[in-house]
Nanobody, 124 residues
Framework: QVQLVESGGGSVQAGGSLRLSCAASGYTYSSNCMGWFRQAPGKEREGVAAIYTGGGSTYYADSVKGRFTISQDNAKNTVYLQMNSLKPEDTAMYYC?????????????????WGQGTQVTVSS
């Protein structure tokens, strides 16, 4: 059982930055993929970024490459999503999720555990 709690969302002007945090608790030994997803009104949930917590390998959606950075602090069991150069189209509810690693990578599907979400609103 893994519990995930997101924080750090808010409202920001286009071009601004936010850092989201995902604090994990419970048994996380096998849930070594941590992902960030987002869902905007009228759109399906999409994967944003993922990190293999055992080694730091990362994945980014094309739409956020160069702007977002996923990182981890293993001592705090926390994963971060640093979001820079935010655009209005980044507006969404952002969710943290966890799942076991699949082979040599972290897939962006079938995540087992989910946080409650944190709202990110980017205005122009």
């Amino acid at each position: 059982q893994v519990q995930l709690v997101e924080s750090g969302g808010g409202s920001v002007q286009a071009g601004g930055s936010l850092r989201l945090s995902c604090a994990a608790s419970g048994y996380t030994y096998s849930s070594n993929c941590m992902g960030w997803f987002r869902q905007a009104p009228g759109k399906e949930r999409e994967g944003v970024a993922a990190i293999y917590t055992g080694g730091g390998s990362t994945y980014y959606a094309d739409s956020v490459k160069g702007r977002f950075t996923i990182s981890q602090d293993n001592a705090k069991n926390t994963v971060y999503l640093q979001m820079n150069s935010l655009k209005p189209e980044d507006t969404a509810m952002y969710y943290c999720a966890a799942r076991p690693r699949l082979g040599g990578y972290c897939p962006m599907y079938e995540y087992n555990y989910w946080g409650q979400g944190t709202q990110v609103t980017v205005s122009s």
